[in-house]
């Protein structure tokens, strides 16, 4: 089964903040990663969060908490081009060091 | 520094056929895993190879295998093709041998479909 879930579909308007949250199932936890994907593109990395806390790259943050077994992906300030997907990914001791990702969140910018 | 590059990007395949995929890493990159991504499953993880070495396997059923030569290359296989492998497959490539690096870069994919 899913052992990551994330929203499926997100809308919000320029300018705005948008908030993606991942919860994850997973014993020997190593990390939480996001990656963005738009529409015929190729995955491509965001931030990566092992322990407890904000990463801030720009107009990105990611949040970890680990001991809720929970993330979240913050954009502000969106634009048009951040429509796209987001995924989230884990990578555990359970999942034998793979990385398995989450179904993926639409996030749809609107003007 | 050039990106990760496969080969082909579009194949289009009868059922019963077998397919061999390419995928070329960033130079220096010596870790390289392949993605399955179809709508309704995500991102699903095929293998992951080191220095020619499987390191770890995804749940798919044998008829799909791969291979990793001397200069980082990888090849996936898929033997006996089904309408169900009808996907995009992708193949990332990270510069850390170590099995927590997440950042992963990957390639344009391999749009696969059968017929």
């Known amino acids: 089964g899913q052992s990551l879930e994330q929203p499926s579909e997100v809308t919000a308007v320029e300018g705005a903040i948008v908030q993606i949250n991942c919860t994850y199932q997973t014993s020997g936890f190593y990390g939480l990663s996001w990656y963005q994907q738009h529409d015929g593109g190729a995955p491509t990395f965001l931030s990566y969060n092992a322990l407890d806390g904000l990463e801030e790259t720009g107009r990105f943050s990611s949040f970890l908490s680990r001991s809720d077994s929970y993330g979240y992906l913050l954009l502000q300030e969106l634009q048009m081009k951040d429509s796209a997907s987001y995924f989230c990914?884990?990578?555990?001791?359970?999942?034998?060091?793979?990385?398995?990702f989450g179904a993926g969140t639409i996030l749809r910018v609107k003007s | 520094k050039a990106g990760v590059t496969q080969t082909p990007r579009y194949l289009i395949k009868t059922r019963g056929q077998q397919v061999t995929l390419s995928c070329s890493p960033i130079?220096?990159?010596?870790?390289v895993s392949w993605y399955q991504q179809t709508p309704g499953q995500g991102l699903q993880f095929l293998f992951e190879?080191?220095?020619?070495?499987?390191?770890n396997k995804g749940n798919f059923p044998g008829r799909f295998s791969g291979r990793q030569f001397s200069n980082s290359r990888s090849e996936m296989n898929v033997s006996t093709l089904e309408l169900g492998d009808s996907a995009l497959y992708l193949c990332?490539?990270?510069?850390?041998?170590?099995?927590?690096?997440?950042?992963?870069?990957f390639g344009p994919g391999t749009r696969l479909t059968v017929l």
């Open positions: 190879y080191f220095s020619e070495t499987q390191r």
């Open positions: 130079s220096g990159h010596r870790s």
């Open positions: 990914a884990v990578r555990s001791m359970e999942y034998g060091n793979k990385l398995v």
């Open positions: 990332a490539s990270s510069s850390s041998g170590a099995p927590r690096a997440d950042e992963q870069f």
